[in-house]
């Protein structure tokens, strides 16, 4: 059985899979607007061994404040059916979802997740950032973090520091580079 409290420990059986994904995006607004909004749908089916579906949608917006700061906030839900393989459960921690938290924390076969963001742009090239991230994925319960950091050239380089707001959580450490076509 999968023990929720050891995070690298995942039942595993073979299985044969042949299925498909779609992916749908569409953005409204640019760096320069004051408003920006951005949605994504992605979906996946698969059928063999197992078969199951897989759907998820994430919504962000933005607003430029007075200052130089600028605000983001997504929201993200994502649901599954039928017998998804552990590999295909969806997955929170980690600098992509709950930033605090080794990547993986949670896994489930549903997940919702919330992030917030406060940068201010004003220095040239430097931008400091605070944040807070929740979200939750199958029963363990909520994840909630929250932090500082400082992205480099409009996001391209970032450094992180993120806690757990849970009682006894330690202080987390993320880098990462973010290349963007």
């Given at each position: 059985?999968?023990?929720?409290?050891?995070?690298?420990?995942?039942?595993?059986?073979?299985?044969?899979?042949?299925?498909?994904?779609?992916r749908w995006r569409?953005?409204?607004?640019?760096?320069?607007?004051?408003?920006?909004?951005?949605?994504?749908?992605?979906?996946?089916?698969?059928?063999?061994?197992?078969?199951?579906?897989?759907?998820?949608?994430?919504?962000?917006?933005?607003?430029?404040?007075?200052?130089?700061?600028?605000?983001?906030?997504?929201?993200?839900?994502?649901?599954?059916?039928?017998?998804?393989?552990?590999?295909?459960?969806?997955?929170?921690?980690?600098?992509?979802?709950?930033?605090?938290?080794?990547?993986?924390?949670?896994?489930?076969d549903a997940f919702?997740?919330?992030?917030?963001?406060?940068?201010?742009?004003?220095?040239?090239?430097?931008?400091?950032?605070?944040?807070?991230?929740?979200?939750?994925a199958g029963a363990?319960?909520?994840?909630?973090?929250?932090?500082?950091?400082?992205?480099?050239?409009?996001?391209?380089?970032?450094?992180?520091?993120?806690?757990?707001?849970?009682?006894?959580?330690?202080?987390?450490?993320?880098?990462?580079?973010?290349?963007?076509?």
């Open positions: 059985a999968f023990d929720s409290n050891v995070v690298d420990t995942i039942p595993a059986r073979a299985v044969s899979l042949g299925g498909a994904a779609a569409a953005l409204r607004g640019d760096d320069a607007s004051p408003w920006r909004l951005a949605a994504e749908a992605r979906a996946e089916a698969a059928a063999g061994t197992v078969a199951y579906l897989r759907a998820a949608l994430d919504l962000t917006v933005e607003r430029r404040l007075p200052g130089g700061l600028r605000f983001a906030a997504l929201a993200a839900a994502g649901e599954s059916a039928g017998e998804p393989p552990p590999q295909r459960w969806w997955a929170l921690g980690g600098w992509q979802t709950v930033r605090g938290y080794v990547a993986g924390t949670r896994r489930g919702w997740l919330g992030r917030g963001e406060l940068r201010w742009e004003r220095p040239p090239y430097l931008h400091p950032v605070v944040f807070a991230d929740a979200g939750d363990g319960g909520t994840l909630r973090s929250a932090g500082a950091g400082v992205a480099f050239y409009n996001g391209l380089f970032r450094f992180d520091a993120a806690r757990p707001l849970e009682r006894g959580g330690r202080w987390k450490w993320d880098s990462y580079a973010v290349v963007r076509f």
